[in-house]
């Protein structure tokens, strides 16, 4: 009797994270099958927590289900994509300290973004409008405003955001981009001599200072406008310019789970 085929590993992810993007890029990469789920902030916050289960302090995505393993950081699904699909290694052995480096430097700094991002959500109606659900018709949108307010602030305490240190956050973000710049003098186009992990995650974090384009990740343009720093972006266009090549040179399959 055949054996039974594996069921095709499930991506839980939202849709603008830049953790998310991180691991279908890795995915991609490796030319790993795969299907997009999209989380709910807060809504789906019960669907999340049952499946990362009562271990872990935070239920966050993306959450990678593939068979009987339930593999919940970005940089877990890397290292499975790593183990499992073709393609060059993004987390080379060799380079695995150095990875880990620019990925640390990365969270911290898109932790500071995030907090600006959703500072810059809550002043636009629109942006809270272009977020709900997709289910929720356009018409009925702005009247639920301040329940889209009110579910982005408990997103906001769920992840010990300050959005009032504007100042301290860029300056975190700028620190990162100057340790970008950095490195990419040192070793351009890749910071460890060749495509990896590390590119990706510092290509994600500009996103945060200016979204990559649409064909690569559809933005409403209240979203994209929120998620935009347009000082941030002026000072580190030099960056940007590297992040879109990038994205034309590695992204494949980019728009397959959109």
Request: proline residues 8%; hydrophobic residues 40%; charged residues 25%.
């Amino acid at each position: 009797m055949p054996a039974t085929p594996s069921p095709q590993p499930r991506l839980v992810s939202l849709r603008v994270s830049p953790w998310s993007e991180r691991a279908k890029w890795a995915l991609d990469h490796h030319g790993v099958a795969y299907r997009a789920v999209e989380h709910f902030p807060v809504i789906g916050e019960r669907r999340l927590r049952r499946l990362v289960g009562p271990d872990k302090p935070r239920a966050t995505v993306p959450v990678l289900v593939a068979g009987p393993e339930v593999i919940s950081e970005s940089w877990d699904i890397a290292v499975y994509t790593d183990r499992v699909g073709s393609g060059s290694k993004l987390i080379p052995s060799e380079h695995e300290r150095a990875v880990r480096t620019w990925t640390t430097l990365a969270d911290d700094a898109m932790q500071a973004g995030r907090a600006l991002v959703i500072a810059a959500m809550l002043s636009s109606p629109r942006a809270l409008d272009e977020n709900g659900p997709p289910a929720v018709p356009g018409w009925l949108r702005p009247l639920l405003r301040p329940a889209a307010r009110s579910l982005t602030r408990v997103f906001s305490r769920k992840y010990a955001l300050s959005l009032d240190e504007t100042e301290a956050h860029t300056q975190a973000v700028r620190a990162a981009l100057d340790a970008l710049r950095k490195g990419l003098k040192a070793s351009s186009p890749h910071l460890l001599g060749s495509f990896s992990y590390a590119d990706i995650v510092m290509a994600t974090l500009l996103q945060g200072v200016s979204p990559v384009a649409d064909r690569f990740l559809a933005l409403g343009p209240a979203t994209r406008a929120a998620w935009t720093r347009e000082g941030l972006a002026r000072e580190y266009a030099d960056l940007l310019e590297w992040r879109d090549r990038l994205y034309e040179a590695k992204r494949v399959g980019a728009s397959t789970h959109r």
